[in-house]
């Protein structure tokens, strides 16, 4: 049986003048599977994570999100879709309660729904004490447990997180990890930036760019047999070194 | 000899408390990293050093200038990159490093030598506003201006952060070559597995120094025995381990996971036990552990 695909891309390219930033990208996500997407600074990802989130328009490439085509109709594709990056999308002058509020708001959620699940979400996170305090007043490891809880509170069908656990300690960012798994359990497909390579060994399947081009896909495992290395992180030097040789 | 002494420096932020008695030492020529998590307080303590803040107690000083009294002497011994880009965006690389130079009453040509590795990278792009850069170019362009005034000591806050793997280990080789000339170093960085570049390092937890040793020493004081554990279901194995012994530390790493307990473990009583649980192709092997298990563990024995 085939598996059901959450994000088909074939063929994409990008370019920005004459510089071609996606060369030609081809891959697959599955429905519920936790994807990683690495790369060295500048390879590429976030060009094509703006693009599958419906921010920018690819140059030619046939890419289809949660069901829906990247040229057309990008607006279905935003309310299908949660995002979360690093530089959190939260308010730091809002509460923890109304920033939940407020992005429940922004997916159309009824008032008398968000209140429900904003409380069921606080007490999950353990924020009950903080409920009402300013996020700027929160330490950064609850707020990144909050930006993530937020980016799924609609139900998306497909979370995109970039480099979401960059410098909280080292628990926090295996709680986080935590999360991730449950969120995927539930069925919505993940797919995640990290420069932590022990990380990138949590993924189901992780794809490496390298200048623009897609070097290597596959399970962590397969990688690491591949290349005949110890772990992702010699995989992820010896592709992208490569690259810098050329 | 000791170049910087840190002595019992601390700080709070209204009813926050950054920074809470700190002290350490490091020597002349040493690579220091300060390894921690944010909110660990890493930053405040760099402030201080480089006197662009005031601590409400303590004292330190730095090539035996007094932060309070001499801060100006120490502005001009001390090269200083903050964790947040802040050199001009609308002036060129070439205009920001000359700026800096200038401010120091010397010139790029003086001191060209000590930059030369780095800034040769960048310095095809000389023309470019700073702010028009990409990150891995940024950084360097911040630590070449750092540098330009030769100074006795380099203080980074992490230059390393959001940073790729490979970009990372360049960045360290760097370093290295700048403790090579002589310059002392004291570096912060949220990423553990760099604490073994150091000579030596703190690890610091909110506002508190937990452990101060070289890496050898840091992994050889870790008591617990370490197991690293594997089996055909992950997510299911560590659940099981969290229940096995109510004194264990058990979190994923890569591939495996590491189970370290106190107390002395059976292995073949843990290898039936998840058999029983259902696990299949268990494989458990005693593994050394890694700055990052001797955090976790210190992070335990703190709360």
């Known amino acids: 049986m085939e598996k059901e695909k959450a994000i088909t891309v074939k063929n994409l390219v990008k370019k920005f003048g004459s510089f071609v930033a996606n060369d030609n990208l081809t891959f697959d996500v599955y429905k519920g ?15 094509a ?87 700027s007043s929160i330490p950064l490891g609850w707020k990144q447990k909050l930006a993530f809880s937020v980016a799924i509170f609609h139900h998306p069908k497909i979370v995109f997180l970039d480099e979401p656990t960059g ?19 539930e069925g919505i497909t993940i ?56 | 000899m000791n170049f910087v002494e ?26 220091f990293g300060v390894i921690g998590p944010d909110g660990a307080g890493k930053t405040t303590l760099f402030r201080i050093l480089t006197t662009l803040l005031l601590a409400d107690s303590g004292s330190a000083n730095m090539a035996g200038f007094d932060i309070l009294k001499d801060y100006k002497k120490i502005r001009q011994i001390v090269g200083y990159m903050p964790g947040k880009f802040s050199l001009y965006q609308d002036l060129t690389i070439e205009e920001n490093l000359a700026f800096f130079a200038t401010i120091f009453g010397t010139t790029i040509k003086e001191n060209y030598e000590l930059i030369k590795d780095i800034y040769i990278q960048i310095e095809p ?31 980074l806050d992490e230059p390393t952060t959001g940073v790729d793997a490979v970009s990372r280990t360049e960045f360290w080789d760097l370093l290295r070559r700048f403790k090579e000339m002589g310059i002392t170093i004291i570096v912060s960085t949220p990423y553990m597995d760099e604490a073994s570049l150091c000579d030596r390092v703190a690890l610091m937890q909110e506002g508190k120094i937990m452990q101060i040793d070289t890496p050898a020493n840091i992994v050889k004081n870790y008591k617990p025995e370490l197991l690293a554990i594997k089996s055909n279901n992950m997510h299911d194995l560590l659940v099981k381990l969290r229940e096995y012994n109510l004194n264990s530390q058990v979190y994923l790493f890569g591939q495996t996971i590491h189970f370290s307990s106190n107390q002395t473990i059976n292995q073949s009583d843990l290898n039936n036990y998840l058999k029983n649980n259902g696990h299949t192709n268990v494989e458990i092997s005693t593994s050394i552990p890694t700055i990052e298990d001797c955090f976790l563990w210190l992070m335990k024995q703190h709360n």
Not at chain 1, 100 to 113: A, C, P, S, T
Not at chain 1, 123 to 130: A, F, I, M, S
Not at chain 1, 167 to 185: H, K, L, N, Q, S
Not at chain 1, 217 to 241: H, Y
Request: glycine share 8%.
């Open chain 1, 167 to 185: 410098g909280v300690d080292p628990v926090t960012r295996r709680e986080f990890w935590d999360m991730i798994y449950d969120a995927a359990g």
């Open chain 1, 49 to 135: 994570l703006k693009i599958l989130c419906g921010l920018s328009s690819p140059t030619s490439g046939e890419i289809n999100v949660a069901g829906f085509d990247v040229y057309s109709e990008t607006n279905k594709i935003k309310n299908n879709i949660g995002y979360m990056s690093q530089k959190f999308s939260l308010y730091e002058d809002l509460t923890v309660y109304e920033n939940i509020r407020f992005y429940g708001g922004i997916y159309g959620l009824k008032l008398k729904d968000i209140r429900k699940r904003a409380d069921e979400l606080i007490q999950k996170l353990g924020l009950t004490n903080v409920r009402n305090e300013l996020l």
């Open chain 2, 125 to 155: 792009f000389k023309d470019r506003p700073a702010g028009k850069l990409s990150g891995g170019m940024k950084q360097k362009l911040a630590l070449s201006c750092a540098l330009i005034h030769k100074p006795e000591i380099l203080i």
């Open chain 2, 6 to 31: 840190i002595n019992n420096i601390s700080k709070s932020y209204g009813t926050h408390k950054a920074l809470l008695e700190t002290s350490f030492s490091v020597k002349k020529g040493e690579l």
């Open chain 1, 33 to 47: 599977e936790i994807f990683g997407f690495l790369g060295a600074n500048g390879a590429g990802k976030t060009t």
């Open chain 1, 191 to 246: 797919m995640v930036t990290t420069h932590y390579m022990d990380e990138a060994e949590y993924c189901n399947r992780v794809c490496i760019m390298v200048d623009g081009r897609i070097e290597a896909i596959g399970t962590p495992s397969e990688l690491i047999k591949n290349q005949n290395a110890e772990n992702m992180n010699d995989v992820f030097l010896q592709l992208a070194r490569k690259a810098k040789q050329q």
